[in-house]
């Protein structure tokens, strides 16, 4: 997290995050356009941002794109602000969720201090992800081209087929979101989780793409919010106060007091 508040120090990095936040997915040429500098300085402030994992790239062809990742900036908010602030706060988050991209591909990235495995059971377990995603009851039996839905509540709340199911490494899916008139329009798009073995650890990268453009930021608004909840789930047994997680805490008491009065006399 040092990295993080270091890389956040500068004006310069924090004017190229403002430049990935309008516009995702560009070049080093086009953000060098927009900064009074060389192409060089631009170069050792993109490197700086990727060190602290606040900016991701991806090969295009030829060409290097880069992502703004939000992950890094909602784990500051969770640790230095939640905390202190009254609840309502979580709503600021939205000003790193509902990003503008006109390729519409969202890319977010986080290191988790766990093994491929014990990640791979986080994404596909029913009990575990429930503490983390909403909520949502998600089942399937992994495997290429079966089905998977989540339900929220009695209703379901998104499907898709799981197009490529490669344990403990890679996970594909179609992604139709059901939870509401406005995003059951969006249509389907496609979801990528990707596990890397890092040391103890594991780069968890997650690519949601597809998505038309001008698409609903519902459809991916939440994912810094998933993949925090994964990271804190795994890493100290404990839950984030944020809707990911406040949910799930909402749904277990209310069964618990279901349990109560059907045994009451």
Not at 133 to 157: E, Q
């Amino acid at each position: 997290m040092d990295d993080v508040f270091k890389a956040l120090a500068d004006p310069t990095r924090r004017k190229l995050l403002d430049k990935l936040f309008k516009e995702d997915g560009q070049t080093l040429g086009a953000l060098e356009k927009r900064l009074p500098m060389t192409r060089f300085g631009v170069m050792k402030h993109l490197k700086l941002l990727e060190e602290a994992g606040l900016v991701v790239t991806r090969r295009q062809g030829r060409e290097k794109l880069h992502f703004l990742n939000a992950v890094p900036i909602r784990l500051i908010h969770d640790r230095w602000v939640n905390k202190f602030t009254a609840p309502w706060v979580a709503g600021l988050s939205g000003l790193k969720q509902s990003l503008e991209d006109k390729s519409m591909k969202k890319v977010f990235e986080i290191y988790i201090k766990t093994t491929p495995v014990r990640l791979w059971k986080a994404i596909t377990d029913t009990e575990m992800r429930r503490k983390y995603n909403f909520g949502a009851v998600v089942t399937s039996d992994w495997t290429p081209s079966s089905r998977y839905v989540g339900v929220g509540g009695a209703a379901p709340i998104f499907e898709g087929e799981n197009l490529e199911v490669d344990p403990p490494r890679r996970l594909v899916q179609s992604f139709r979101a059901l939870w509401g008139e406005d995003v059951k329009s969006e249509g389907t798009s496609r979801v990528t989780w990707e596990i890397e073995p890092v040391g103890d650890s594991c780069l968890l990268k997650v690519t949601h793409d597809e998505l038309r453009e001008d698409a609903n930021a519902q459809l991916y608004g939440g994912w810094p919010m998933i993949l925090s909840g994964i990271k804190t789930l795994l890493e100290t047994g404990e839950l984030l106060t944020t809707p990911g997680s406040l949910r799930w805490m909402q749904g277990a008491q209310e069964h618990l007091s279901d349990v109560g009065r059907s045994k009451s006399p």
